[in-house]
């Protein structure tokens, strides 16, 4: 089955006379791990944007085209079912992380789609153990490094079980051991059957990627 499928997707922002995108189209299979590269300003954070219905819920302009989550346009969901559907992670972690503790940061998400208590218990403690940062729950994320903060922002993610994880950049900020600890969480979802779409400049950032999809600039 289709996890993603993008058809004859564009936009422009508000302020601008050009598209970022023009009529792209390409799918992404269930289970899959897909890279999107190209060129600085071609579009790609635009694209994740669209993917996950940040575009047109929080940033406007002209769009067309259509963005299926599992056959279902993206514009029909509502805000609950998107998120639990599809999550995405960005370059610097610090813009996701605003909570006193790591236990209440991973809490957030679950509580507002009024998770039971018990259940998100469960969730911090496996998602904890997966990223193996059991030790740091009750620590301040302001205090990590940011290797451990972008963690920190997969796990609140994945408090969600979304299907589907955009990772734009994710390691753009982060040094060479932060990296590796990363790319085995990741490693770790592909094998448990998440569908995983990477943005990224670097070849060697994408290496688990299944496929690789060339986004062409102006």
């Known amino acids: 089955m289709k996890a993603v499928e993008v058809k004859n997707l564009s936009f422009k922002y508000n302020n601008s006379e050009d598209y970022v995108l ?21 579009g790609k954070s635009t694209l994740c944007n669209c993917i996950s219905g940040l575009i047109p819920r929080v940033y406007t302009g002209h ?9 279902e346009n993206i514009k029909n969901l509502s805000i609950a079912d998107t998120v639990t559907r599809i ?29 039971d208590r018990d259940e998100i218990g ?21 205090n990590l490094s940011g290797g451990q903060q972008q963690l920190i922002a ?8 979304p299907a589907i994880l955009i990772c734009d950049e994710i390691m753009s900020w982060i040094d060479d051991e932060g990296k590796e600890i990363i790319m085995n969480v990741l490693l770790k979802l592909k ?23 060339y986004l062409g600039g102006q």
Do not use: W
Not at 154 to 161: F, R
């Open 63 to 71: 769009l067309s085209g259509e963005v299926l989550i599992y056959g």
């Open 122 to 142: 469960i969730r911090i403690e496996k998602i904890l153990k997966t990223i193996n940062m059991e030790k740091y729950r009750y620590d301040n994320p302001n």
């Open 191 to 213: 094998e448990d059957g998440k569908t995983i779409i990477m943005v990224d400049h670097e070849l060697e950032n994408i290496k688990i990627s299944d496929r690789i999809i």
């Open 87 to 115: 999550g995405i992670i960005f370059q610097n972690p610090s813009t996701q992380l605003f909570s006193p503790t790591i236990e209440d940061e991973l809490a957030f998400g679950p509580e507002n789609l009024c998770v």
């Open 154 to 161: 997969i796990a609140s993610v994945l408090m969600l079980n």
């Open 22 to 42: 023009e009529d792209v189209n390409f799918s992404v299979n269930s289970g899959e791990t897909v890279a999107i590269i190209g060129q600085s300003g071609c």
